[in-house]
């Protein structure tokens, strides 16, 4: 009977270290993801850049249709100078 606790006890205490490998394993991920935690981005971040992007989006867009009227005035005094267009229409 003696053997019989001591195998069993044995078997328990191996469970037991197993278990403790276990949670030394998790404490390391843990500590391992709160190091990460301060650098990722929570919902109000993403909101803020969602905005900031849109934002944006605006500005070039309009940027783009001011630059496309600009090109387009160059080339019609470009094209005045070399006389393709009459004068009326470089303006």
Not at 5 to 13: C, D, H, T, V
Not at 54 to 72: N, R
Request: aromatic share 4%; no cysteine.
């Amino acid at each position: 009977m003696d053997q019989e606790f001591k195998s069993m006890l044995s078997l328990l205490l191996g469970k037991v270290d197993v278990l403790n490998d276990k949670i030394d394993n998790l404490s390391l991920e843990v500590s391992a993801i709160k190091k990460i935690l301060p650098n990722v981005a929570t919902k109000d971040d993403i909101a803020h850049l969602t905005r900031e992007q849109e934002s944006l989006e605006q500005i070039f867009g309009a940027t783009h249709q001011i630059m496309v009227g600009h090109v387009e005035q160059l080339t019609r005094q470009y094209e005045y100078l070399v006389g393709v267009r009459s004068h009326t229409a470089a303006e």
